[in-house]
C-alpha cells in the first residue's frame, strides 16, 4: 500500500529514491566502466602472451617432425597446462568485463548483477595471473635444467607479482563482496 502511496509531488517511493539517486548511479556506472576497461587491457595482455607462448614452446620445435623437443617431460607438461589455464581464465575475465560494460546499469543491475560479474572477473583475472607465473617458472625449470639455484630463485621472485596483484585485488574485491553480501541479505530480508 505504502508503495503506491504519492508524495506532495506526486512521485511514488520507488520513484523518489531514483530521482535522489541519480548521480550515484552515474557514478557507478562510470567507476564500473573504468574498472572494466583497465582489466579488460591486463587480460588481453595476458591472452595475447599465453598465446604466443602456446605456439612459440620452450625449447623450440624438432625439425623434422614439429613436435617440441621437450614433450614427455614433467615441467613441459606443467607449463602446457598452465598456459591453457592461464589463457582460459585470461579470456573468460575479458568476456565477464565486456558483460560490465555492455551492462544497461538500472538500479538492481548494481544489487547483483555488476558485482557479481565483477567479482567472478577479478578472480578469474588472479587466476590467469597465477597460472601465468607458473608457466614462466615451468618454461625456466625446462630451459635452464641444470641451474637449480637459478630456477630457485625465479620460482620464489615470480611469487611476488602474484603477491602484489593479490593485495592490488583484494581491496576492491573485499568491497565489492561485502556490498554485495549486505545487500543480498537485505533484499532477502524485504521479501
Not at 587480460?43 to 599465453?50: H, Q, Y
Not at 598456459?83 to 560490465?100: E, K, Q, R, T, Y
Not at 621472485?157 to 545487500?183: A, D, G, Q, Y
Request: charged share 15%; proline share 3%; with cysteine.
Amino acid at each position: 500500500m505504502c508503495k503506491e502511496t504519492k508524495n506532495a509531488d506526486g512521485l511514488k517511493p520507488r520513484e523518489l529514491f531514483t530521482k535522489n539517486h541519480e548521480q550515484l548511479v552515474n557514478e557507478g556506472r562510470q567507476w564500473a566502466k573504468d574498472t572494466a576497461n583497465s582489466f579488460i587491457i591486463v587480460g588481453t595482455l595476458i591472452i595475447t602472451i599465453m598465446f604466443a607462448a602456446a605456439f612459440t614452446v620452450p625449447g623450440g620445435n624438432n625439425q623434422d617432425n614439429g613436435i617440441p623437443i621437450f614433450l614427455g617431460k614433467n615441467a613441459f607438461s606443467l607449463f602446457i597446462i598452465s598456459d591453457a589455464l592461464s589463457l582460459i581464465a585470461s579470456s573468460s575475465s575479458v568476456l565477464m568485463f565486456i558483460g560490465i560494460l555492455t551492462s544497461r546499469y538500472a538500479e538492481e543491475d548494481f544489487i547483483t548483477s555488476l558485482p557479481i560479474k565483477l567479482l567472478f572477473g577479478l578472480f578469474t583475472i588472479f587466476l590467469s595471473v597465477v597460472f601465468m607465473m607458473c608457466a614462466f617458472c615451468a618454461a625456466l625449470a625446462l630451459v635452464l635444467k641444470g641451474y637449480r639455484w637459478i630456477i630457485i630463485a625465479a620460482i620464489a621472485s615470480s611469487i611476488i607479482p602474484i603477491l602484489v596483484f593479490m593485495f592490488t585485488l583484494l581491496h576492491i574485491f573485499s568491497e565489492v563482496f561485502v556490498s554485495f553480501v549486505k545487500s543480498y541479505s537485505l533484499g532477502k530480508q524485504k521479501r
